[in-house]
């Protein structure tokens, strides 16, 4: 695939607006001169070496072109004391085509010749335009202050709703959630999006996918923020507070014929197929090649590639079984200059950003904290597996620790960055099996202890209650698993961090370990994803299966996708047509696991909830509330039961006006039927009167009990 | 509500019919046989037996004295009612899908399948009226309906019209005395699976393999409900004394061992006719829905299905009580 085509563009991009990039890109229409450059700073020679020179200098600009035949004019002059001609360093170059001398000006100006000659190369045309150019400079316009919308409206609103997109069938709508009652629309749009669609971590923006690139909407209109081209592109990830944008394309960026011109790619960019953008200026910011592995094959892709720390400052990507590549923004630069080789690393994890540490920040604390990553490497020779905490930018080693026997490894963060959960799957002794050892890192004490825990059975899942100290895991001991598709027999236990007690003297005696609370046994989950809040949690079962909770369980028949709304008071349980054509639609339920309404739609796609942004309350101010809770709940409470009536007012009116509707069509009906009948001649027979009519059958059931015989003798 | 369970067939149900009065419930299968029953107890009168092959469709006249059943042994039967007679047998070139009395009882149409090379067809016959008479075999009209091929049909009010429903989903209105088609529509996107008339016939019903039923209005053929559900329909029915409608159908006959009866949705299912919203539904069958007939004094209704029997339904008194929330 070529660049970008205007003339190619399909049906379904009607809607957007490609003025804007048309006219950034826009290439000139040239002619007369614009096949003539002219290349300064060309070293002055003689006569003798003339021919060596224009062989040269041929040699260089035919890679951009076809030169005309005789296109090489250098003008010399001639010294009239010795006859002898010299050049005047600046020559012309003819091509055949302007497009050709586009190309030869993109890629030669500022070629170094050799040390001391670096060419300038110009249209020809341009010279004129420059020697016209005034002396005096004169302040340019300033563009007028456009107001942009408010990008984060939707929180503004009066019952503090939480939005979600549905994509179904062609049609993109953003709904209002209003608990039982359907879903309020904001806004629709038909074929939005080609594939599928995506809100930013903080929901300011809707991604949508189509061939050409990403576009990005938002605010209240839903108007058109910002695009990003990158052909065929096919996945996307945000960088976590917004600033950044990283998609991927299987397509390699190709310049195409006309070297770029009309795209925002340059020929550094050619055969990459990841760009990181700017979310705010749109504009490329640098581009990647697909990572390969040692023998230069591509890996697999996974997504997202590269991986940013909490406060977006830096992000990373694995070369695995070579390096971790950290980049610093938004310089877009190594760390360091150089990637960090480790032998043999198989994956890394960013910790997350620990609230406490943000409000620091903000505060402007002096001392800029680094950030901290995981990695672990397998067993290679003798060497043990190891999982190591990683300060970036230093390259400080905080903690390794060293493990055994391990098939793999899977790092999990406590989502404030307190602890950090390392599964390790271990063989048994025969080989046969696995089992699972927890490993957990309690990176905010000193020396960062770590804490073991064992698990007889194959961990299947595993899950931190965001921002709490407890984690749920889903095991099994089902010698089936991985190999049969249903039924598999599944555990759910959930674990907590014990607080030592504190002693009498206010020391504290012995340590936190984490306890097992609780097991739910013997369901067949496959998932686990606590509420966005904590206290909650739910369990997806095998698909086709039903949703657990903790708190009751509900079924739903063929879900695939289990979405807490970003509060975590709902639940959103769906079955989307992408997996399987039967029962497509969505169930919303409340944290309590009661059902509010259920929709069916025919080729329902995808259900995403609007995110929100952190809350600005301090901590304080959030304890306040709770505090205070039921009086702000009463205010809510009774703003409910009104919408209610003058919901069940409005449905009332409408199906009062259907009756109406209906019972008028019927008496016009009636009346032109019997009109037809009486001409037609047809004796018009009153309605049967069921009461005169009614045949009466009254069945007598003679039944025989007993029958003896006697002889009566005389 | 404790339905009564017929199980006179041992082949999956194709239609069932009640007379006008409703006492009696006729019920044809792919077995091959016709039977009559008493629709208040579900004893069966009897059965009408010479058909050679599937059964596909049956009719009653507003007498109660003929019965017409068509078949796949590509002929058409008219039986005597009361003595199970054979009294006239029509040959046709391929199965007969669908029959139907005029509302006069003078005639009588006849849907036929296109195959094997021969066209489906609209045959009208005129129908004599009296058990001991001769019937016709010339037909009156042959309407061969163009592109898609006929699967249901049925007479409107004073034989104005007949309207035909098609395989890709559209719904045409003929005009029977001179063949040509008056109006067409295409409100379905998928099969055509039945069509019943109201009462007086100013209005029907269709449902369709697309997972919904819709109500039409005879005379323009303009669309008046619309019915969206989750499931294929194969039969439709309009209920009175409630404003209902009975949707039935479930998943094709073809995926039911692949899925669980839950997966199937073989219910009856219940929706208001002018708010057009489910009401209820009632369980039973486990197999799809083929064919649905409400009483006409909508006391009670039956369901045939796919599992070869016929479930009899009286209502309870709370259905004749049933109102909508506050109206």
Known sequence: MLGFDISRLPQTEDEIDFSDIESKYQVPYEEGFDTIIVVDNVPIVDESKQEKLLKFIRKIFKNAGDIKENGINMPMDTDPDTGKSTSKGYLFIEFETPEQASLAIKNYDNYSMDKTHCLAVNRFTDVEKYSQIEEEYKEPEEEKFVEKEHLRSWLTDSQARDQFVLYRGDDVSILWNKKAEPPEEEHKRVNWTETYVQWSPLGTYLATFHRQGIALWGG?????????????????????????????????????????????????????????WDVLTGNLLRSFPSSTSTDGAPNKITWPMFKWSPSDKYFARVTPKQQISVYETPSMGLVGKKSYKVEGVEDFEWAPAFDKEREKQNAGDKKNREEMLSYWTPEIGNQPARVTLLNIPSKEIVRTRNLVNVKDCKMHWQSNGDFLCVKIDRHTKTKKSTFANLEIFRVREKDIPVEVIEVKDTVIAFAWEPKGERFAIITTNDPNYGQSTQGVRTNVSFYYLEKPKPGKGGD????????????????????????????HKEGSKNDPAASIQLMSTQEHYGVTDIEWDPTGRYVITSASFWRHSMENGYSLWDFKGALLQKQLLDKFKQLLWRPRPKSLLSSDAKKKIKKNIRDYSKAFEEEDALAQTSVSKELLAHRRRLVDEWNAWRKRVEKELAEEKERAGVQIIPRRDDDENVEIIEEWIEEVVEETEEIVED | MRPILLQGHTRSLTQIKYNPEGDLLFSVSKDHVVNAWYSHNGERLGTYNGHVGAIWTVDVNSTSTLLLTGSADNTAKLWEVETGNCLHTWEFKT???????????????????????FPGTVTIYSIANDVNAKQSDEPIMIIMPEGS???VSDWGYLNKYII???????????????????????????VITDLQMSEDRTYFITSSKDKSAQIFESNTLVPLKKYITDAPLNSASITPIQEFVILGGGQDAMQVTTTTMRQGKFECRFWHKIFEEEVGRVKGHFGPINTIAVHSDGKSFSSGGEDGYVRVHHFDEEYFKFKYPEL
């Open chain 1, 220 to 276: 209240p209109s839903w108007n058109k923020i910002i695009r990003f081209v990158h052909p065929g592109v096919k996945l996307i990830d945000f960088s976590p507070n917004e600033r950044f944008l990283v998609t991927w394309s299987n397509e390699s960026i190709s310049l195409g014929p006309n070297g770029g011109i009309g795209t925002p790619f340059g020929p550094e960019d050619e055969g990459h197929q990841i760009i990181i």
């Open chain 2, 95 to 117: 199965a007969v899908k669908r029959v139907a009395f005029s509302e006069d009882d003078c005639m009588a149409l006849f849907v036929t399948e296109q195959r094997m090379g």
């Open chain 2, 149 to 151: 091929k006929a699967m």
């Open chain 1, 508 to 535: 504290k005696v012995g340590t936190a370990n984490f306890k097992l609370i609780k097991t739910l046994e013997k369901k067949t989950s496959n998932a686990i994803y606590w509420s966005p809040r904590g206290r």
């Open chain 2, 164 to 190: 035909i429903g098609h395989e890709n989903g559209s719904i045409s209105q003929f005009d029977w005395k001179t063949g040509e088609k008056v109006k067409s529509i295409q409100p379905h996107t998928d």
